[in-house]
């Protein structure tokens, strides 16, 4: 009777472990989310890095994609001969 006493007993030690475990696994992963969470709010208030948001830049990818008439300014490719919408006839031809 007390073999079956003390296996008991470890029995309801090793689940008490085990439910411990568990609980501190679930406390930790939420306070990893919680971390990740202020992280997110943190680099929300920071201010935009000046030297991304170049305003050169994307006056010279537009210059390199398309050119603009000289005649009406309306964007022209480089393979017409002819401006589309006012008909003035590009140099490009040799
Ligand atoms: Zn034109």
Redo the contacts with the bound molecule.
């Keep these: 009777m007390e073999g079956l006493f003390s296996f008991l007993f470890l029995c309801f030690i090793g689940l008490l472990i085990l439910y411990l475990t568990i609980q501190w696994a679930i406390d930790h992963s939420q306070m990893k989310a919680e971390i990740s969470e202020i992280k997110e709010i943190l680099l929300k208030l920071q201010p935009p890095h000046p030297s991304e948001n170049h305003p050169d830049s994307s006056l010279l990818s537009d210059k390199n994609t398309g050119e603009s ?1 000289p ?2 300014g ?1 964007k ?1 490719t480089g393979q017409e001969s002819a ?1 589309p ?2 008909g ?1 006839r590009l140099a490009d031809e040799q």
């Design positions: 008439c005649g009406c309306s022209v401006c919408s006012c003035l």
